[in-house]
């Protein structure tokens, strides 16, 4: 069965500071993964894509098939990254698993 | 182009009532998913329509059931409501195939009391 973990329910850094949220999953197939965004008032948004391997608004996120993990990163956290984070994996029979999420507040 | 449309966005039912919640996917799109968000469990799958058949199902009661129309437009039911399925309901809406990604309407929030 498919597994997202995010061990971290929420986490505060200061506004310039690195930050990253963990995710790792568990998944017999070949995963897909995703960061999901939904800032306050908002609705959920897709924030990137592994395939992708591109940087959106400062993250990135590279998928570790070793570790399981598809962590998100960003070098230095803005107080407009304050979100909900969630971590996204797909199935080969395209269904969509989330995680628990991870509240990021950065701190001013 | 017009994004996902969920209505109503809010709703207030007693239990053992039944309710209908109505998703308008972004036009093309012929997957519909639906999920139930709640603060202790997060964004649970309930199911996903493609092409007018229910594709995928989470593992959720019979009590909760959906259909798709030939417009792809997406309704899902939830009968004998219980306290518990209080939650903001969410739908996305995909092209469908793999790798696409989903586009989350602003939900429906259900309280049932």
């Known amino acids: 069965a498919q597994r997202v973990t995010q061990p971290e329910k929420l986490l505060s850094v200061f506004k310039g500071a690195p930050v990253e949220l963990k995710c790792n999953y568990s998944?017999?197939?070949?995963?897909?993964l995703f960061w999901y965004v939904q800032y306050s008032r908002q609705r959920l948004q897709l924030l990137l894509r592994?395939?992708s391997r591109e940087s959106i608004k400062g993250f990135t996120a590279d998928l570790n098939k070793g570790e399981t993990s598809f962590h998100l990163k960003k070098p230095f956290a803005q107080e407009e990254d304050s979100a909900m984070y969630y971590c996204?994996?797909?199935?080969?029979?395209?269904?969509?698993?989330f995680g628990t999420g991870t509240r990021l507040t950065v701190i001013p | 182009k017009a994004g996902v449309t969920q209505t109503p966005r809010y709703l207030i039912k007693t239990r053992g009532q039944q309710v209908t919640l109505s998703c308008s996917p972004i036009s093309g799109h012929r997957s519909v998913s639906w999920y139930q968000q709640t603060p202790g469990q997060g964004l649970q799958f309930l199911f996903e329509y493609f092409s007018e058949t229910q594709r995928n199902k989470g593992n959720f009661p019979g009590r909760f059931s959906g259909r798709q129309f030939s417009n792809s437009r997406s309704e899902m039911n939830v009968s004998t409501l219980e306290l518990g399925d209080s939650a903001l309901y969410l739908c996305?809406?995909?092209?469908?195939?793999?790798?696409?990604?989903?586009?989350f309407g602003s939900g429906t929030r259900l309280t049932v009391v």
């Open positions: 996305a809406s995909s092209l469908g195939g793999q790798g696409d990604g989903y586009t």
């Open positions: 996204a994996l797909l199935t080969g029979a395209n269904n969509l698993f």
């Open positions: 998944y017999s197939g070949s995963p897909e």
């Open positions: 592994h395939i």
